[in-house]
């Protein structure tokens, strides 16, 4: 089976808290704070497996978490950093996250390998909040959250060529023919339901990879039949050979496939009704008379498009419109994909507090206030005028001046709440 999209949820390992110590030496009766660091949380990336073909592996795991860093000990021992998580991805993949849309990486070189969620920042130790004032600090900080989010893997296949056309016009014969792929071939619609690849070389060294696209039909864009699925497919090949049934054994007429097909991919991407194309009217064994083909080609290369007549069943003409694809291939560049820039996530800044006022209870929300408060004691004083320190640093208390607050009025942090006085 072909998995050629995969929708999972990751997250780095958090990072480890820091510990509260104090030196208990027998001859140092009033040993200071000795608690280290915690560890970084565990990083994880995508990396380019050249190997994998499918996203199959990601039907069965939906979820993938790094490690967490470890938490700090007592005479200054800083935890052990987590390791990170690479998860394998195939060549061709594009990964977006699923909340935004946005691309956060395309995998397309041997071994590339990117960040999709960073680590949680390490917990300080008490040792850290030890100044002249407070020799004795029974507070540490806890490790910052690794970040977390859903993403989608879109697979698109690396070909430099696409077959396209309608259904059933010989494209998997014309695979099968010149390269060595063994796809499934029968007088029917959607034999192929899925993308087939092959190599074709018949010029020495300069083979280049050919991809059966599935059949397109009328509405293809519009997710009608497999067109829309698999559309993506041809985005990155960069000439399309367009297979066309010139014999009308189906009762079609070639000139309206050929126009409709066209149509299709202008609807679904204006770059690639603007690709290169080489035109193969397959089925000439069945056609007795000429004709049709002559005025098709006159059609066509009016247009200025190369036409070739060409049997899939006897090989006429196959030879000599692959020798013009490998060709055309040398003067063409890779194609990129459609998004000019990838645009990193927009990460909301750990840093932001917001201030919201309900019945005059002023709540603040934000990721530090979260780590301030797991960082707290509030049963030890010290601990508690730290957590006013950083309150009124963080310039929090001149901003609910400016909202109106007054003394008495309730200040509300999570399940926390407190009376502000100036």
């Known amino acids: ?16 808290n820091g510990a509260v110590s104090f030196r208990k030496e027998k001859y140092v009766p009033a040993g200071g704070p000795d608690g280290g660091d915690g560890g970084r949380g565990g990083h994880l990336y995508a990396q380019v497996d050249e190997g994998m073909r499918t996203l199959m592996d990601f039907r069965y ?3 993938y978490a790094a490690q967490d860093g470890e938490n700090g000990s007592y005479r200054d021992r800083t935890g052990k950093d987590a390791e990170d998580l690479i998860i394998k991805v195939p060549p061709g993949t594009v990964i977006r996250d699923a909340a935004t849309g946005k691309v956060l990486a395309d995998m397309t070189e041997k071994d590339q390998k990117a960040m999709l969620a960073k680590g949680g920042r390490r917990g300080k ?33 690396i070909a430099d060529v696409g077959l396209v056309g309608y259904p059933n016009g010989g494209k998997s014969t014309i695979l099968s023919v010149v390269t060595k792929a063994k796809p499934k071939i029968a007088n029917y619609h959607f034999t192929t339901l899925t993308p087939n690849l092959g ?22 864009a519009d997710g009608v039949g497999l067109g829309h699925d698999f559309l993506r497919h041809v985005e990155r090949t960069r000439l399309l050979i367009h297979v066309v049934d010139i014999s ?33 009217a397959n089925k000439m064994d069945l056609l007795y008379d000429q004709a049709p083909f002559e ?9 200025g498009y190369k036409v070739f007549p060409v049997s899939a069943a006897t090989l006429q003409g196959l030879d000599e419109a692959m020798r013009l694809v490998t060709e055309r291939l040398d003067a063409i560049e890779p194609v990129q994909l459609d998004e000019p820039e990838y645009e990193e996530v927009e990460v909301v800044d ?3 507090i917001t201030i919201d006022v309900v019945d005059k209870v002023y709540i603040l929300k934000g990721a530090i206030l979260e780590r301030l408060m797991f960082a707290t004691d509030f049963e030890d004083m010290d601990s508690l005028r730290h957590f006013e ?13 400016e909202m109106g607050i007054d003394d008495g009025d309730t200040v509300r942090i999570n399940n926390f709440e407190f009376e502000f006085y100036d």
């Open 1 to 16: 089976m072909f998995i050629d999209q995969a929708k999972i949820s990751i997250k780095a390992g958090n990072g480890g």
């Open 61 to 63: 795991k939906t979820r």
């Open 350 to 352: 750990p840093k932001a």
């Open 295 to 303: 005025e098709f080609k006159a059609e066509l290369e009016g247009r």
């Open 125 to 157: 130790g008490n040792t850290w909040f030890k100044n002249s004032v407070r020799q004795a600090p029974t507070f540490a900080e806890q490790g910052v959250k690794g970040e977390e989010r859903t993403i989608i893997l879109e697979l698109k296949l």
């Open 389 to 401: 320190n950083q309150l009124r640093k963080r310039g929090i208390f001149q901003r609910l001046k």
């Open 248 to 280: 009308g054994s189906e009762g079609r007429d070639p000139l309206e496939d050929f126009d409709q097909i066209n149509k299709e991919l202008d609807q679904y991407s204006g770059k690639l009704s603007n690709r290169e194309q080489i035109v193969i």
């Open 199 to 220: 190599v074709c070389e018949v010029v020495r060294g300069k083979g280049f990879v050919l991809a059966d696209i599935p059949g397109l039909i009328e509405g293809a």
